[in-house]
């Protein structure tokens, strides 16, 4: 567990589809992240989706 100090970062793992603690041992090349909250990795896939819009422009 984390301490107290610090925080817990999260992962979105694109070959499981499943969000991962910071801690996981998945290689990196599977991985989406970090990010701050796992609300926020839930939506990893979301995110990529409106970056690549904004760049398509």
Same mark, same amino acid.
């Given at each position: 567990?984390?301490?107290? *100090?610090?925080?817990?970062?999260?992962?979105? @793992? +694109?070959? &499981?589809?499943?969000? /991962? =603690? *910071?801690? &996981?041992? +998945?290689? *990196?090349?599977? #991985? #989406? *992240? =970090?990010? =701050? +909250? $796992?609300?926020?990795? /839930? $939506?990893?896939?979301?995110?990529?989706? /409106?970056? @690549?819009r904004e760049y398509d422009k």
């Amino acid at each position: 567990m984390a301490n107290s *100090g610090e925080q817990q970062q999260w992962w979105f @793992n +694109t070959k &499981t589809m499943q969000v /991962e =603690p *910071g801690d &996981t041992p +998945t290689p *990196g090349k599977h #991985l #989406l *992240g =970090p990010y =701050p +909250t $796992r609300a926020e990795a /839930e $939506r990893a896939l979301e995110k990529v989706r /409106e970056r @690549n819009r904004e760049y398509d422009k």
